[in-house]
């Protein structure tokens, strides 16, 4: 039973993902911001869409496979991609992106087994990690970022009630998909303020 109602849950998760993804896809395409009315419908289109078995030769829903491929998201990941679609909150600071950008560096080399130790297992009810993990959300917001606290308390709740099918902490931290996005978003951010200096350079220079 309670088997089956985690499965629901996933699945209705990744019905929601993979709605708001295609949502962003088509705001990119049509370079146009929609209204959060028309981006609620699409999300109960979407979702549904991704939710129900279409029948034919699918016998799973489409987020089945989607799932199946991907795994499930972190709850970090999952309300940073929801809130960016439908809320308007405030930007990841870089210093926070650069973090966890860091923090995957080391992680995944060292879970995969290319080290001494794997901090995977601290994610096993670790005191001293789930310690850190609340300094790391207090430091969020000191740096005026309250949403990456609100982000952290729901992941270490979600934890603790055992919401997703794994019981280790850092699978509701962090994921392949969010330290992916850190990392190319520094690129991203540093790439802008070379090619900002460099036009700033031509526009300035002596004639």
């Given at each position: 039973?309670?088997?089956?109602?985690?499965?629901?849950?996933?699945?209705?998760?990744?019905?929601?993902?993979?709605a708001m993804v295609l949502i962003w896809c088509f705001q990119k395409v049509?370079?146009?911001?929609?209204?959060?009315?028309?981006?609620?419908v699409l999300l109960l289109l979407l979702g549904n869409l991704f939710f129900?078995?279409?029948?034919?030769?699918?016998?799973?829903?489409?987020?089945?496979?989607v799932r199946g491929v991907t795994g499930d998201l972190s709850i970090v990941s999952m309300l940073l991609l929801w809130s960016s679609i439908l809320?308007?909150?405030?930007?990841?600071?870089?210093?926070?992106?650069?973090?966890i950008a860091l923090l995957a560096?080391?992680?995944?080399?060292?879970?995969?087994?290319?080290?001494?130790?794997?901090?995977y297992v601290w994610g096993y009810g670790s005191f001293g990690f789930l310690i850190a993990v609340i300094i790391f959300g207090l430091l969020c917001g000191l740096a005026g970022w309250v949403w990456g606290v609100w982000l952290i308390s729901l992941a270490i709740m979600a934890w603790a009630a055992h919401w997703h099918e794994s019981t280790n902490l850092w699978d509701y931290l962090l994921d392949p998909?969010?330290?992916?996005?850190?990392?190319?978003?520094i690129?991203?951010?540093?790439?802008?303020?070379?090619?900002?200096?460099?036009?700033s350079g031509y526009l300035f220079r002596a004639g």
């Open positions: 039973m309670m088997n089956t109602y985690m499965q629901t849950i996933a699945l209705i998760e990744m019905s929601i993902t993979c049509l370079q146009t911001q929609m209204s959060l009315t028309v981006r609620l129900w078995p279409l029948g034919l030769s699918l016998e799973l829903p489409l987020a089945a496979y809320l308007s909150v405030k930007d990841v600071p870089m210093g926070v992106k650069i973090w560096i080391i992680f995944y080399p060292l879970a995969l087994g290319f080290g001494m130790f794997d901090p998909f969010l330290a992916v996005w850190s990392v190319c978003a690129i991203t951010f540093i790439y802008q303020r070379r090619r900002a200096k460099t036009q």
